[in-house]
């Protein structure tokens, strides 16, 4: 399969002519053949490995072939990085070196610069031929209540789910499968897993938009600040969606990742809407990566910052707050963000926020992933994977809100509740690493959260 790309290059110490070439490409064994399209506002100075990357707030298509029965064009939102094979992109021989080193990939800031217009969606029955699978509400539905926020949000949990998967695919060289669902007390969704690929032991990315009538008790759930919802006759009518990740690399040097983007809605007995969405994205590697972890804590801060200068700090604390594992004393990861319960200061802009956040997965993510694509490892650090996986299921299995609320959901589909657990995993009785190991690096980190940006 061929990719085409398009990218926004630009120039800092002078002005250059706008130009356009293309240039073809053959990646490493590893990846398929990428040919790659620039728009080139500018060359860096020297076109050398130091420098600075930015993903633009220009319009980009991809444009994928050799996918039956899908659509040929799919818009890849601004700021995300659509990056092939074992290398980003090329422009000629010395763009070509500049990019042949990818462990230079870190020194770039890949930031989701998006402008503060955002772009006209377009027809939703267009933007649904580049999904995984069709939505859960039909699109004629969704079609005729296109202005209304639980139609937005479908829409783009449904686009943020095709375009990580896509992303996962191209360096993994599987395929997800797509497992439709059904709630029958109303709604359903998608679950798309790859298992055992050449890179990936397992990802999934799930959509889930169920509907129906919760229990006062199970609204509780929903809500961390404990605000009290009255429902008529002790039952509250809401709607629920979000897009879920979690993915566990068979490398140990390839970090865990997770992200959530969720909206609920409740109607009180009055006929009063409650709204409030919630989500983030934590980074779990196993082995500590300054440059990985400033790269992945600063695009999601670039994110934020053109929203409000206080939610990344906000919610940087957040994340590592919630994902703490508090029997073992030590957070689960390096953290990311983390909110929920967000509904101010208007429906629309906090919409335009989690926007923003879910375009960042793919450019937060996948340079880690290619930048740690051939490390070699050893069978002991393999073994640590093992240990930090097991810490990874104890936060979920304990402390997760998304699993006990999944879990207090009448009629919720266990298997994708419960696909965010690692296929292998392991517990070592009294297990303490050496002091002065990598380990050990690892673990101290993890009992002191650190500032990345």
């Not at 897009?243 to 009180?268: A, G, L, M």
């Not at 804590?297 to 994902?323: G, I, M, S, V």
Request: proline share 4%; hydrophobic share 35%; charged share 25%.
């Amino acid at each position: 399969m061929a990719t085409i790309v398009f990218f926004s290059i630009r120039r800092t110490t002078q002005t250059v002519s706008r130009r356009c070439f293309s240039s073809h490409l053959k990646a490493p064994a590893t990846a398929r053949h990428t040919r790659l399209l620039f728009s080139i506002h500018g060359l860096s100075s020297t076109l050398l490995p130091e420098t600075r990357w930015f993903s633009r707030g220009t319009s980009m298509r991809f444009l994928s072939h050799g996918n039956p029965g899908r659509s040929t064009s799919g818009r890849i939102r601004k700021g995300a990085l659509a990056l092939s094979g074992a290398v980003a992109v090329t422009a000629g021989a010395a763009v070509a070196g500049l990019l042949a080193n990818a462990d230079h990939f870190q020194r770039a800031q890949m930031a989701t610069k998006v402008s503060q217009n955002e772009e006209q969606e377009g027809d939703i029955v267009e933007r649904c031929q580049g999904f995984m699978s069709p939505p859960v509400t039909d699109v004629n539905v969704l079609q005729g209540r296109k202005e209304e926020m639980s139609t937005k949000m479908e829409m783009l949990i449904m686009e943020t789910q095709a375009e990580f998967c896509k992303a996962l695919q191209e360096v993994d060289g599987g395929t997800f499968k797509v497992d439709r669902w059904e709630r029958k007390e109303g709604g359903g969704g998608i679950s798309c897993v790859m298992q055992d690929g050449k890179v990936f032991e397992k990802a999934g990315v799930n959509v889930s938009v169920v509907f129906g009538n919760l229990t006062e008790e199970a609204a509780k759930q929903m809500r961390s600040r404990g605000k009290v919802l009255k429902g008529k006759d002790g039952k509250l009518p809401f709607c629920a969606m979000g897009v879920s990740s979690v993915i566990h690399p068979k490398n140990p040097h390839i970090p865990t990742v997770h992200f959530n983007y969720r909206y609920f809605e409740i109607e009180e007995e009055d006929g009063t809407k409650q709204w409030w969405f919630g989500g983030g994205t934590d980074l779990t590697p196993v082995y500590i990566d300054k440059e990985d972890a400033f790269h992945f804590h600063n695009t999601l801060k670039e994110a934020c910052d053109k929203h409000h200068p206080q939610y990344y700090p906000e919610f940087k604390k957040w994340c590592d707050r919630y994902f703490y594992v508090r029997h073992r004393g030590e957070t689960r990861g390096i953290g990311g963000i983390f909110f929920d319960d967000l509904d101010s200061p208007s429906q629309e802009e906090v919409f335009k926020f989690v926007k923003s956040c879910a375009r960042t997965v793919v450019p937060c993510y996948l340079p880690i992933v290619y930048k740690h694509l051939n490390d070699s490892f050893t069978d002991e650090e393999k073994d640590w994977q093992q240990v930090r996986r097991g810490r990874y299921v104890e936060f979920n299995l304990v402390y997760d809100r998304g699993v006990k609320f999944g879990l207090a959901t009448p009629g919720s589909r266990i298997e994708s509740i419960l696909m965010s657990l690692p296929l292998t995993a392991r517990w070592e009785y009294m297990h303490e690493p050496a002091k002065g190991t990598k380990e050990a690096d690892m673990l101290e980190v993890l009992r002191n959260p650190k500032e990345w940006v």
